[in-house]
């Protein structure tokens, strides 16, 4: 069962280039999140996802777009990259259908560099 | 969304007991108290959680207040695989999004 998977692990960019950070989810989980962490800091919220078709923004959306056209799959995109994107994402998945307080599953991050 | 706090860092000798504090004196009679884990260069991972009774898994245990505005989070044995930053963190049972809100944590070193 390989849980939350995200690609690539590291990836450094220029400023202004876009990428997708990739993410799937072999668990059925029909929530999904982004979080992105600075050195130092706990995970902030970017964009979340309540079902295939349906996403909302997070704590810090601006400069990222999200899609959710499979359960599976919850790809984020950065447009216009900037150095301020330097950070490490997370996605992260969930269960509602278990009944409450189901704990969120995360992968192992995409560390990010914008030089 | 309530929030917590922990201390910044607590120090451990491998095999010993730990116990670390979180303070959520806002916490509203619905909201479950939960803790993860994150380990150097890892996603979070989750730990246990908790509404109003002590409970017990295999990874630890939490212990909460009789007026629910601290809980304590206990590792009975710890090992240098513990060694983490550990979360505080207070979600609804069914609230919404069932978002996390992350603050920094408890940077815990485990001394061999």
């Known amino acids: 069962n390989a849980g939350v998977t995200q690609t690539p692990k590291f990836r450094i960019l220029k400023i202004g280039q876009s990428m997708t950070l990739q993410c799937t989810q072999d668990?059925?989980?029909?929530?999904m999140y982004w979080y992105r962490q600075d050195p130092g800091m706990g995970l902030k919220l970017i964009y979340y996802?309540?079902?295939?078709?349906?996403?909302d923004k997070g704590e810090v959306p601006n400069g990222y777009n999200v899609s959710r056209s499979t359960t599976e799959d919850f790809p984020l995109r950065l447009e216009l990259a900037a150095p301020s994107q330097t950070s490490v994402y997370f996605c992260?998945?969930?269960?509602?259908?278990?009944?409450?307080?189901?704990?969120?599953?995360f992968g192992d991050g995409t560390r990010l560099s914008i030089l | 969304d309530a929030k917590t706090t922990q201390p910044n860092s607590m120090e451990s000798n491998e095999e010993e007991p730990v116990h670390l504090p979180c303070n959520h004196s806002?916490?509203?009679?619905?909201?479950?108290i939960h803790w993860y884990r994150q380990l150097p260069s890892q996603g979070p991972e989750y730990v246990i959680h908790?509404?109003?009774s002590n409970v017990n898994n295999r990874m630890a245990s939490l212990a909460i207040a009789e007026d629910r505005k601290s809980s304590t989070l206990i590792l009975h044995r710890a090992t240098l695989r513990d060694a983490a930053v550990y979360y505080c963190?207070?979600?609804?049972?069914?609230?919404?999004?069932?978002?996390?809100?992350f603050g920094k944590g408890t940077k815990l070193t485990v001394n061999p």
């Open positions: 963190i207070l979600r609804l049972p069914q609230g919404g999004s069932e978002k996390l809100v």
């Open positions: 668990m059925n989980h029909n929530y």
């Open positions: 992260a998945s969930i269960s509602r259908r278990g009944g409450s307080n189901q704990p969120q599953h």
């Open positions: 996802s309540v079902g295939a078709g349906i996403t």
């Open positions: 806002t916490i509203s009679g619905t909201d479950y």
């Open positions: 908790g509404l109003t």
